[in-house]
């Protein structure tokens, strides 16, 4: 158990549709980073938080956005959902700031399986 | 960006050592190499980091010739529990950017 947690574990919508999935980082973890990772594609990373500002930026479409809030739980929002956006959604944490320059070992959870049909 | 290359997969038996290597062009001198592992429905699982030379834990081995431009996870008397994805994440743009590996498939063998 990596101690960050996600909910929910599974997801099944509908093309054209929003969903919000959520992440809870270890404790006393200031960074969260969500990835995608799909059979095509492999594993992406999608954005970084730190401390409730965004950090990094990575393969993140427009159609998506993130937030981290005040008591460091962050939300990964997906809307015009695609079939392409079928994929498992992971989030990690860290207690680091930068992405490099610096020892930074993440640590994920479970995931999101999200279905778009 | 950085752009990495793995093997796609590896056949091992219980016991031997095993190396993989992961190519890595256009990484900052001081930008540390990741390795994770990951089992079938579950999040990767950090191994082992380090940005020159040789790194070692526990649990494995990463060296890094003095390019930089490539690195070698290297796992000791692997076992069956290890038959898993090794994935290596090298941080790129500017360090704005991190960029996974393809991932190699390992498989060990009784």
């Known amino acids: 158990d990596s101690g960050v947690t996600q909910t929910p574990k599974h997801l099944i919508t509908a093309t054209g549709q929003r969903v919000t999935l959520r992440c809870s980082p270890r404790s006393g973890d200031l960074s969260v980073y969500w990835y995608q990772q799909s059979l095509d594609q492999g594993l992406q990373f999608l954005i970084q938080y730190y401390n409730g500002e965004e950090r990094a930026k990575g393969n993140i479409l427009e159609r998506f956005s993130a937030q981290q809030f005040p008591d460091l739980h962050s939300e990964l929002n997906l809307s015009s959902l695609e079939l392409g956006d079928s994929a498992l959604y992971f989030c990690a944490s860290s207690d680091r700031p930068q992405l490099a320059a610096s020892y930074n070992e993440q640590f994920f959870g479970p995931g999101t399986r999200l279905t778009v049909l | 960006l950085a752009k990495t290359t793995q093997p796609i997969s590896m056949d091992s038996y219980e016991g031997q050592e095993v190396n993989i290597t992961c190519s890595h062009n256009?990484?900052?001198?001081?930008?540390?190499i990741t390795w994770y592992q990951q089992f079938p429905s579950q999040g990767p699982r950090f191994i082992i980091q380090?940005?020159?030379t040789k790194v070692t834990n526990e649990v494995a081995s990463l060296f890094i010739p003095a390019d930089r431009k490539s690195s070698t996870l290297s796992l000791p008397r692997v076992s069956l529990s290890d038959t898993a994805v090794y994935y290596c994440l090298v941080p790129s743009n500017a360090g704005n950017m991190l960029t996974f590996g393809g991932g190699t498939r390992l498989m060990v063998k009784p």
């Open positions: 256009n990484i900052a001198t001081n930008d540390y």
């Open positions: 380090g940005y020159k």
